[in-house]
């Protein structure tokens, strides 16, 4: 496979360690299930080995939105905008489909399920259907909305609609987690609201020409860890006031518990607490790895990031597999799941996976590469 320009790598390979770090949280939700943890994580009770194991995971759905927004406009300099805005449709709801059929699949086991989750790959796909209307308008105009919309969504959070609202299952899509009744049969649950992640995606789109062709490496370098350092701090800033968008922080009397509520924020839908660190983050590592292209294993984070989508759907089912033939073997050992003793089981059995999962994914990501002329490869 050709190697990709510095600033694409640095991409794909940003992309494929939130990738890891899912993985990661999806193990432990398929052998750990015996010890939850809530949302936001309860600093007061969860271990911290858990609790930082989960808090990783929060990385993965900012990062990967914001990059989606960044990957469309680059797609964009290479189409037209009538091109890029057919293209981000029809993955949208090819992504929507796909979280209604094979994902859902993977997590219950079977296709029509008492309850329909929806998940990240639903909620990126909408973003994508809503990001394909809205690319026609000026950039400074979204990067503005984005923004706004991150920014301001709290605001939002008193206007709790109920089932006989007429309005209550838009506002379910776009801002309030809950169950939509489906029939008898099934209901649907709006684990990601859209509203904030559309943000998120603007802002991604916004950022694009800092990834131009032509701008020096040094000038985008210097505004990840600006925006991301700047990111950061605004949240420090904004949750020691315990003003906005979050519940309050509270001192424990032990200084890793107080550390653990201060970073503890609600993602289900995310508030601007929770944004701000995750989005500065990624700003930084985006920085770092553009700095470290000469290191052996960027390369190896790019390879995961260039075929996402396979990547996901494979590990799904290698887990399911895995969990099925565990109980098959050794039974339900913790109450009514099968589970490793302890937090370490979860990262060793990651570590496992990824090594697994390499080889299958590093022949796909070639043959996305070798074969352009199938269209279908490029979902995926």
């Not at 709801?93 to 699949?105: A, G, I, Q, R």
């Not at 070639?366 to 995926?380: E, P, S």
Request: proline share 6%; hydrophobic share 55%.
């Amino acid at each position: 496979m050709p190697p990709a320009s510095a600033r694409l790598q640095s991409i794909d390979a940003l992309r494929g360690l939130v990738m890891l770090f899912m993985l990661l949280d999806h193990v432990r939700e398929t052998f750990f299930l015996h010890r939850q943890v809530g949302d936001p994580m309860e600093a007061a009770n969860v271990a911290p080995e858990l609790f930082f194991t989960r808090l990783l995971s929060a990385l993965c759905a900012p990062v990967f939105i914001f990059l989606t927004g960044l990957s469309a406009w680059l797609y964009s300099q290479k189409h037209s905008r009538a091109d890029t805005s057919r293209f981000l449709l029809k993955r949208g709801l090819f992504l929507v489909l796909l979280e209604l059929t094979l994902v859902n699949l993977a997590w219950n086991g079977t296709l029509l399920a008492q309850t329909l989750w929806l998940q990240v790959i639903w909620c990126i796909g909408l973003c994508m259907i809503v990001l394909a209307a809205a690319l026609h308008l000026p950039r400074g105009l979204l990067l503005g909305l984005g923004a706004l919309i991150v920014g301001g969504h709290n605001l939002l959070d008193p206007l709790v609609l109920g089932p006989g609202s007429p309005w209550f299952t838009p506002w379910a899509i776009l801002h309030q987690r809950d169950f939509i009744e489906l029939g008898e049969v099934t209901r649907a649950r709006t684990t990601y609201p859209v509203l904030p992640w559309i943000g998120v995606i603007l802002l991604g789109w916004g950022v694009g020409p800092w990834f131009a062709q032509g701008v020096p490496a040094r000038r985008r370098v210097r505004r990840l860890l600006g925006w991301g350092g700047g990111l950061l701090l605004a949240f420090v800033g904004l949750r020691y006031l315990n003003g906005y968008g979050e519940q309050p922080w509270v001192a424990m009397g032990d200084a890793l518990r107080t550390t653990m509520s201060f970073l503890s924020a609600r993602k289900y839908p995310p508030s601007l607490l929770f944004l701000l660190p995750t989005l500065g983050l990624g700003l930084v590592l985006l920085a770092v790895l553009e700095r470290q292209q000469a290191r052996r294993w960027v390369p190896v984070l790019a390879l995961f990031g260039a075929a996402p989508m396979f990547f996901y759907l494979l590990h799904l089912y290698v887990l399911k597999a895995l969990y099925l033939a565990a109980v098959a073997v050794w039974g339900l050992n913790q109450g009514q799941y099968f589970g490793f003793e302890g937090v370490g089981g979860v990262w060793l059995c990651s570590l496992a996976l990824a090594l697994l999962l390499y080889v299958p994914t590093r022949w796909f990501a070639a043959l996305k590469q070798r074969r352009r002329d199938i269209a279908w490869l490029k979902y995926f």
